[in-house]
């Protein structure tokens, strides 16, 4: 767990965090969402102690981080940044043996581990393991600075803006595999965003800062249900609705049982995301899908269904 | 595009083997080279430098540069680390402007102003060419390193690198080649400015150009120049190399 108390970081006059209190429970992503100059970088580079707060404490573990080595706490952080930052004279193998190898682990361990860790976000070692940076795309640039933050299974993992500088589609797809991946991990994740629909579609919980301010810190869609403010409401804007049921799996809404015979409608498989149903609904202007699951049709979907599914609250909310 | 990469890494490397192997036979096949010389000079009467042969010049030429080189890369390496330390900071702006005035002395001139402090012979060359290559070497360690992407280096101590740890590993691998191209620049100066080390008694390939030029004598000239230039050229060639990485 990190708990953040009362951080305050003054640049002269101005203050990038003021007196923020945030507590971020561990295995959870936690994003930090907010307008640019919100402070949320400032927050984040505080955590593993590249800026010292002007006052406040930040408690890893129950531990202050200021009594720690600054270096040896970021070890224990992996740290992914927006520009990826991998080293051009390394290759990827050597990016992503940078940290066992700052912490000694044997040749053989290491090796291990960056197949392992290459493999994880999609690379192939064989292929990708011998290549400079400088031969990557934006996109596998930005899989490896993952595989590096997370070569030496760090319990904690830093993230600023990791996938604002890659096209819209490559975007997506880190989305996902850094959506499964967490899944998997259960890392305690600290996220940093300006991109609303990356923060819903990642976020075990958002800290929404504004001016260095947290103006509400809850899951999306508590968010979207119980705005504390009128600033959170505009932030979010009319749709926030329609963004949050991307978190939410067709498998688990309660569908309507399938007519007699087989109807005439377009099937869908229940592993896809409310979004995408509704996506499929409107697309294919039907009035109601054929839910299937392994092959055999197990209920029907129409809007209706998607209504009653977020009127109640505690069956979508558990995630 | 690694076709292209490997195909002017070979041509370099033909361009490297021409070069050593014309440097080697003008100063090792004494009759050989005569024969040019005095193809290139007909109207000529004689045609080697009779005070010393050319193997003899040459290793005084090379250990002109090379001692001159070692000793401007060490000071200036040196004088560039410090430039870059917070406590370099504030001096940086006199050192560079320093070492700019001392370099539009001509060298010929300071030359001959240090005879009288050390005799005549290598010292002055040495002591003269060092200070001219100070600056370069330091001016390029510090743009060298100044040059790393700043979220490189960002980078390296987010995930956790001591200061050392993160210049030996990240910046000066990626300061290298702006490092090397200072270097570059100053060898290549000094191989042939060492030429100029005739002028206080120094001797070198400049004592056949001196004594061609007392006495109207263009084989002379010719055979100081000749070897003087493809070593510079072959060592420029040598010098001008990208790393593995930066190779696309």
């Not at chain 1, 990826?84 to 190898?101: C, D, H, K, Q, S």
Request: hydrophobic fraction near 45%; include cysteine.
């Amino acid at each position: 767990m990190i708990e953040i108390v009362g951080l305050t970081k003054s640049y002269g006059e101005h203050r990038a965090v003021d007196g923020l209190d945030l507590r971020i429970e561990t295995g959870e992503l936690t994003v930090l969402l907010g307008p640019s100059g919100a402070g949320k970088t400032t927050v984040l580079r505080c955590i593993n102690r590249l800026i010292e707060p002007t006052s406040g404490r930040i408690l890893v573990d129950g531990v202050d981080a200021s009594t720690l080595d600054p270096v040896e706490l970021r070890r224990s952080m992996g740290y992914v940044i927006q520009n990826v930052g991998l080293f051009p004279n390394m290759t990827i193998r050597e990016n992503v043996a940078a940290v066992p190898r700052l912490l000694g682990w044997d040749k053989k361990r290491t090796a291990e581990r960056v197949e392992e860790m290459l493999d994880a976000v999609g690379l192939d070692p064989a292929r990708y393991g011998p290549k400079y940076p400088r031969q990557l795309s934006g996109g596998e640039a930005q899989r490896v600075g993952v595989a590096r933050a997370l070569a030496a299974d760090p319990p904690v993992l830093l993230m600023d803006e990791p996938f604002g500088a890659v096209d819209p589609l490559t975007r997506e797809r880190l989305q996902k595999l850094m959506r499964d991946l967490q899944r998997r991990l259960k890392k305690t994740v600290v996220f940093v965003t300006h991109d609303i629909d990356e923060a819903v579609l990642l976020a075990d919980r958002i800290a929404l800062m504004r001016d260095g301010r947290l103006e509400q810190h809850d899951t999306p869609e508590a968010m979207w249900r119980r705005p504390a403010n009128e600033f959170v409401s505009r932030f979010f804007g009319e749709n926030l609705g329609l963004r949050v049921i991307i978190r939410h799996c067709l498998a688990d809404v309660r569908l309507k049982p399938l007519p007699d015979g087989a109807p005439d409608l377009p099937r869908i498989d229940a592993g896809v995301s409310l979004k995408e149903a509704l996506a499929e609904l409107v697309g294919r202007r039907a009035r109601a899908l054929v839910v299937v699951r392994d092959g055999s049709p197990v209920g029907l979907f129409d809007f209706d269904v998607l209504v009653e599914s977020l009127a109640e609250e505690s069956a979508c909310d558990a995630r | 595009m690694r076709g292209k990469s490997t195909r002017s890494e070979a041509a370099r490397w033909v361009g490297i083997g021409a070069l050593a192997a014309a440097t080697a036979w003008m100063t090792f096949d004494t009759n050989g080279f005569e024969r040019l010389l005095r193809a290139l000079a007909p109207s000529e009467s004689a045609w080697l430098y009779p005070t010393k042969p050319l193997t003899t010049l040459m290793a005084e030429q090379i250990w002109l540069a090379a001692a001159a080189s070692v000793l401007a890369i060490l000071l200036g390496s040196v004088l560039g680390a410090v430039a870059l330390t917070r406590f370099g900071i504030a001096f940086r702006d006199l050192v560079l402007s320093a070492g700019n005035l001392a370099q539009t002395v001509p060298t010929v001139a300071l030359m001959a102003l240090l005879v009288p402090l050390t005799g005549y012979g290598p010292e002055p060359v040495i002591i003269a060419l060092t200070l001219y290559g100070v600056l370069p070497i330091a001016l390029n360690v510090v743009a060298g390193i100044e040059s790393v992407p700043p979220e490189v280096r960002d980078a390296a101590t987010g995930i956790g690198m001591r200061r050392l740890q993160r210049l030996v590993r990240v910046e000066l691998p990626l300061a290298m080649p702006v490092i090397m191209g200072g270097v570059k620049n100053v060898v290549v100066i000094n191989v042939s400015a060492a030429t100029l080390g005739a002028v206080v008694a120094a001797g070198g390939l400049g004592m056949p150009i001196l004594a061609g030029f007392h006495d109207y004598n263009d084989a002379y000239i010719l055979e100081g120049a000749l070897p003087s230039i493809t070593l510079a050229l072959l060592l420029d060639r040598l010098l001008t190399t990208r790393p593995r990485w930066d190779r696309s």
